[in-house]
C-alpha cells in the first residue's frame, strides 16, 4: 500500500514492483509450510520485498505478488507498527526493518467501516477512496514460523486488509470509488 495523500509527487519508477495489469497481481496466493517458511528461498523472497518496499518512497506494504511470488507473505515497515503503537506521527530513526506476515488470516474485523483514501504501489499514481473495517485482528506466522496474533486500528488496520487482499489476487481499485490518476507534473 502506499500512503501518498493528495500531494503530486512523482513516483519513483522501481523496476522490481510488478504493476496491473500483470496477471500475478490476480492469483490467489499459495500458503507456506513451515519448512518452507525456514528455507532459504523465503528469506531470500523477504529480502527482496525489504529492499523493493524501501525503495518505494511512500510504501507502508508490500504482498509477494508485487514482486511477481505467488506465496501468502506481506511486509510492513516496522516505523508504522511503531506509530501506531505510540500513536506518534514521528517515524522511527531505524527505517530499514519489516514485520513479516506469512499465511494471514483476518479472524476479527469491526463491523464500523470508514472510507479512507488509499493508493497501492502496484497501481502507480492512482488513488481512490475504499471502505475499510476501522478494527481488525489478523493471525499469522512471523519469518520464524511463529504464530502471531495482532489487533490493529487506523492504518495498520487499511494495511492488514490491503495487503490481505493482494495474497487473495484483490487490488483496491476493485472497490475504489472516486478513482483519480495523478499524472506527473511535466
Ligand atoms: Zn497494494
Do not use: W
Amino acid at each position: 500500500m502506499d500512503t501518498k495523500k493528495k500531494e503530486n509527487k512523482i513516483e519513483a519508477e522501481n523496476g522490481i514492483i510488478r504493476v496491473y495489469p500483470d496477471p500475478v497481481l490476480r492469483k490467489k496466493t499459495r500458503e507456506l509450510s513451515l519448512e518452507e517458511i525456514k528455507h532459504q528461498t523465503t528469506k531470500k523472497i523477504i529480502k527482496k520485498m525489504t529492499e523493493a518496499l524501501f525503495e518505494s518512497p511512500n510504501g507502508v506494504g508490500l504482498a509477494a505478488p508485487q514482486i511477481g511470488i505467488s506465496k501468502a507473505i506481506f511486509i510492513v515497515p516496522l516505523k508504522v507498527i511503531e506509530m501506531d503503537k505510540k500513536k506518534k506521527e514521528e517515524p522511527e530513526k531505524d527505517n530499514t526493518k519489516v514485520l513479516v506476515f506469512i499465511n494471514p488470516r483476518i479472524t476479527k474485523a469491526s463491523k464500523k467501516k470508514e472510507v479512507l483514501y488509499e493508493g497501492c504501489l502496484s497501481t502507480p499514481n492512482l488513488y481512490g477512496q475504499i471502505k475499510r473495517s476501522r478494527q481488525v485482528t489478523i493471525e499469522a506466522l512471523n519469518e520464524n514460523g511463529k504464530k502471531i496474533t495482532r489487533g490493529a486500528g487506523g492504518l495498520l488496520a487499511e494495511i492488514f486488509q490491503h495487503e490481505t487482499d493482494h495474497l487473495n489476487g484483490k487490488l483496491f481499485i476493485d472497490e475504489a470509488t472516486d478513482l483519480r490518476k495523478h499524472e506527473p507534473p511535466e
